[in-house]
């Protein structure tokens, strides 16, 4: 049986908008998302579970992200879900000012540093960004996500600690250049990918090798 033979007329006009073939779908058996069912989808290259638990929003929803979203009512974490496969950039960059460094994925790379040192975002606070290293692979999302979890002890919290929420700049990390690019080679050896136009600006990197500081356990 086809899985378009289980889905509404709706899901498969949602499908056929977002471009989303069936290869990137999972059954989730009438159940919501669990670790298992996450490991699943990560492991088999799937973005969205079918037949899950109806989303409290609407109950003619079942489709479920990863991170256990409703993508029909909230199309921002599709965008995400997609991102884990797109073809692209995974980069380190960093701030002297902050003593931060950030990971992140973009599927254009020539203007990421200006846009986040711009006067409209100063991401994190900060103007000072600089581009240390950048490569084009596939999977940016799965790489930029892994990376980041194993950065995960070395995540800043000082903006947590004031307002008790995570910050919208939680991509940044008290570490070293040299921390964040093993964790990036260590993904990249995993997942066994190969990197392209590989840029790395070795002249300025002594500047980047902040200290690593470990979060609190009782932060984290």
């Known amino acids: 049986m086809s899985i378009k033979e289980e889905l509404t007329k709706s899901q498969i006009a949602f499908l056929e908008k977002h471009k989303i073939s069936e290869d990137l779908l999972i059954n989730a058996d009438g159940n919501g998302m669990t670790e298992e069912l996450g490991l699943r989808?990560?492991?088999e290259g799937k973005i969205l579970a079918f037949n899950g638990s109806q989303c409290p929003a609407n109950k003619n929803h079942n489709f479920i992200t990863r991170e256990g979203a409703c993508p029909q009512c909230h199309t921002a974490s599709l965008q995400t879900a997609l991102k884990e496969f797109q073809t692209g950039y995974v980069y380190i960059?960093?701030?002297?000012?902050a003593g931060l460094i950030k990971v992140g994925a973009a599927t254009e790379i020539i203007k990421r540093v200006k846009t986040l040192n711009g006067?409209?975002?100063?991401?994190?606070?900060?103007?000072?960004?600089?581009?240390?290293?950048?490569?084009?692979m596939v999977n940016i999302g799965k790489v930029e996500r892994m990376v980041?979890?194993?950065?995960?002890?070395y995540l800043d919290t000082r903006q947590f600690l004031k307002s008790e929420k995570m910050p919208k700049g939680s991509e940044l990390f008290r570490c070293s250049y040299t921390r964040a690019k093993k964790a990036l080679t260590d993904v990249?050896?995993?997942?066994?990918?190969?990197?392209?136009?590989?840029?790395?600006?070795?002249?300025?990197?002594?500047?980047?090798?902040f200290r690593n500081l470990i979060v609190p356990a009782e932060v984290a």
């Open 148 to 153: 980041q979890e194993k950065l995960a002890s």
């Open 41 to 43: 989808m990560s492991e």
């Open 119 to 136: 006067a409209a975002s100063k991401y994190g606070g900060f103007d000072d960004w600089e581009m240390l290293f950048y490569a084009k």
């Open 188 to 209: 990249q050896e995993e997942l066994e990918l190969e990197f392209t136009q590989k840029v790395e600006k070795s002249a300025i990197l002594y500047n980047y090798q």
């Open 93 to 97: 960059i960093g701030s002297v000012q």
